[in-house]
């Protein structure tokens, strides 16, 4: 067994070994998340943020991108015509 010497090379080397098939499921669901009939933009982020946080994913831009592609497209689009939201949060309170 070898040694880390931080949480990141343990949690690096743990998902290598063990979840690399899962992140693949993780990354198809974050790509395929859409808002559901009658869920909220607040119920849809939390969803969002969950994949966001097992993929160790810190990009603000990329979670806008993907919150605007996972949301009603007519709200995306209204949102897409004023400045692009620079944070997630920006871009759910906007929604």
Not at 21 to 27: K, L, M, T
Not at 55 to 64: E, I, K
Request: glycine share 2%.
């Amino acid at each position: 067994m070898s040694k880390h010497d931080t949480w990141a090379e343990f949690s690096a080397a743990f998902k290598k070994q063990y979840a690399a098939d899962q992140e693949d499921v993780w990354w198809q669901e974050l790509y395929s998340l859409k808002q559901r009939p009658g869920e909220s933009t607040d119920d849809l982020s939390l969803r969002m943020r969950e994949l966001l946080v097992l993929l160790n994913n810190r990009v603000d831009s990329f979670h806008v991108r993907v919150f605007l592609g996972a949301i009603n497209p007519v709200i995306a689009c209204e949102i897409e015509k004023r400045d692009l939201p620079k944070t997630l949060d920006m871009a759910i309170v906007i929604a």
